[in-house]
């Protein structure tokens, strides 16, 4: 997988804009897409900012082979909290996320309160 294809599946996967990931790098749509498609080699600055971005390391972002089976993780608070999430193709109200979360939170409650009484 290319870095282009491969910045492009970890943007998707978080349900970011082409847009969304350029203002956050301080470059343009424009820019950020050339490096998507693989027409521009980015730069140190923009695969720094991209791993933060994306909570990887620049390892896996450029497949250097000790990164390999690198799983790139996501904060279940922070992406409720905070995050663009769909469903259904509709994206959720910050309501609905808020009401996920504490149902998580219950559930996670619950299933200690279970564990401890074993």
Known sequence: MSF??????????????????AKQLGITQSQYSKIERGAVEPS????????????????????????LDYEPTFDLKQLLLHGRITMEGKFLS?????????????????????????
Request: charged share 40%.
């Open 94 to 118: 910050r309501e609905e996320r808020d009401a996920i979360y504490d149902m998580v939170r219950i559930f996670i409650r619950f299933q200690k309160k279970k564990e401890y009484q074993r």
């Open 44 to 67: 140190m600055d923009v695969i720094r900012g991209l791993a933060r971005i994306f909570n990887v390391s620049a390892d896996y972002l450029l497949e250097i082979e000790t990164a």
């Open 4 to 21: 282009g294809e491969k910045i492009r599946e970890l943007r998707l996967h978080q349900e970011f804009l082409q847009s969304d990931i």
